[in-house]
């Protein structure tokens, strides 16, 4: 899978805490926006997936290097890519920039198994495997 | 209805913002474990009222005054009780202190009709009526 | 005052709650988006005003009426606008509607106090009294 | 060091998501909960680190296992404890179980460099020292 998607967001006051920067776990908020657009990039509506096929991406780990930090109204960019997937598996890779210089802000991954809507493992519908590159 | 219950818990540093003090709309979510904790006190677990009964309390307004700024680590003192109800419509009025001093930090109320699980309008379920007081 | 600015964002997941839709403090959340946009159409970075100025924006009360629910990758327009202004107090005025169909999702309204880095009450500075329309 | 913190929370309404669970962000919030409890525990308060000493514990890294889903009103306890220290780092590691039944619902650990409030870097001040171990 080589499709990288890239998004963009401003850093919410609300996003922030009283050391003046983005408090650590909106990150994982960035990680999602960047899963979902990611998905619109490979050619679904992960809403779709789950309403249609009631198939969901539970997460089972998470990730984050924090290496500058983010700011109230910083304009961050968010590159997600697959890195690994199967049937029952899925990896995404993160990488979150400042606009304005492109420093990198943080990185990382988050791996989620497919589940059904009683969160019991399930396989990645047919449907699904050409747009992961399965 | 005379029951108001009264929950503690402490400002976290995630609910903080870059002012320092916590995000205003942070206090829509302690009027929550308020609310939550009235329940409790009235004789009934708001999440059964979802598992077992299908009835959701869905949010038609909320108004909350600040009056004085909450700091990350305070102790905070949420009182809570119902300040209207009937058969469609509960509405509870909230008091935020802090502990130590007993300065009022925020009021406010929220109001309240009862749905199903497809947000259609429903009525509070008769085995309700006298915990609610009515 | 008759600017109104007008920005759009998308329901995160993470604003979702159990009953399927965006959780009611989250709409708080949406209106500060909506805030920081129009400082920018009024000519100003409310950071700015922050950093530079030392003048912040308190909250003195919210009030929100939520119409119908907003869901998961929902995209929202945010309409905010001043309703009154002195050199003590804004208030801005919000209305939340779905992109694709037009329907109202919430309306409402914070009232604010220009404060200090020390949460002592200011005026608001004249150079941006034009910009509010004073 | 063998202290190990353990402290309780109710999971709370506005921390689930569509899929009915804890969205998994929320986790880390949930770890800084225990990381403050730690703290008290060590004989000081986070809040007077910050406060008095200007030091700060900015988040370096952050990792999360997810093994069992949380839900709503769930009583959890967060166990926390320090897995390595030195005058410039502190990794925090994190158990979450479930009260009723002891089920671990997720594991995991955060890395942190010591900053002073220009978020560079210095070192932990001698007096904290013999609390952390070292």
């Known amino acids: 899978m080589n499709t990288v998607s890239e998004t963009r967001l401003r850093a919410r006051y609300a996003e922030t805490d009283r050391m003046g920067v983005v408090y650590y776990a909106n990150y994982l908020v960035w990680m999602e926006v960047g899963r979902v657009e990611l998905c619109k990039s490979l050619g679904f509506d992960y809403r779709d997936m789950e309403n249609e096929d009631g198939v969901f991406l539970a997460v089972a780990e998470s990730h984050c290097r924090y290496r500058a930090p983010a700011r109230f ?48 493992r ?13």
């Open 122 to 134: 399930t396989r990645l519908p047919q449907k699904y495997h050409g747009m992961f590159g399965l």
């Open 73 to 120: 109204d910083d304009e961050v960019i968010i590159k997600t890519r697959v890195e690994d997937v199967n049937s029952r598996i899925v990896i995404f890779a993160y990488e979150m920039t400042l606009a304005g210089t492109g420093q990198v802000l943080a990185t990382g991954h988050t791996r989620h198994v497919f589940v059904n809507g009683q969160m019991q």
